[in-house]
């Protein structure tokens, strides 16, 4: 089942990565294959903000905890590459994605709108999941105070 905070945080992690993506356009970076890097701390800062909700209400279950980071990773990555498809095509589809696509990990050559996301699609999952562990890794260690109980 889907929560509103899990819906909530995708939103910040799909604004994050917009604004980060059309900053790098406006300042010509967008082909810098290292600066990509930096989707991860938005999609990692997204995940941590549903984590800490959750801790905050008491909910403090490892496997709930990794699950509702993860369907938030998972909202902002869909959103950000169902956006993007819809900028590429804008922008004029193939040519305009040759330019954002040199040194692409996934796809060699010269890759169509939908394999180039497809791949961004992939990337941004597997890494959610190595970025969710890591998180609960670090919220694992924490000490909880329970909520007061009012009778």
Not at 72 to 97: D, F, K, M
């Amino acid at each position: 089942m889907l929560k509103s905070r899990e819906f909530k945080n995708g939103m910040v992690i799909f604004i994050g990565i917009a604004l980060y993506f059309l900053i790098m356009e406006v300042l010509g970076l967008t082909d810098k294959l290292y600066l990509r890097l930096f989707n991860a701390v938005i999609v990692l800062y997204g995940a941590n903000r549903t984590i800490k909700e959750n801790f905050r209400d008491g909910n403090t279950e490892y496997l709930n905890n990794m699950l509702s980071s993860f369907k938030t990773c998972v909202i902002g990555i869909v959103v950000s590459v169902a956006a993007l498809i819809v900028y590429v095509h804008i922008r004029g589809g193939e040519p305009y994605l040759a330019r954002l696509s040199d040194g692409f990990l996934f796809v060699g050559g010269k890759p169509k709108v939908n394999e180039y996301c497809i791949g961004l699609l992939f990337e941004g999952i597997a890494s959610s999941v190595v970025g969710c562990i890591l998180l609960m890794q670090y919220w694992h260690g924490k000490v909880v105070k329970p909520r007061p109980h009012h009778h």
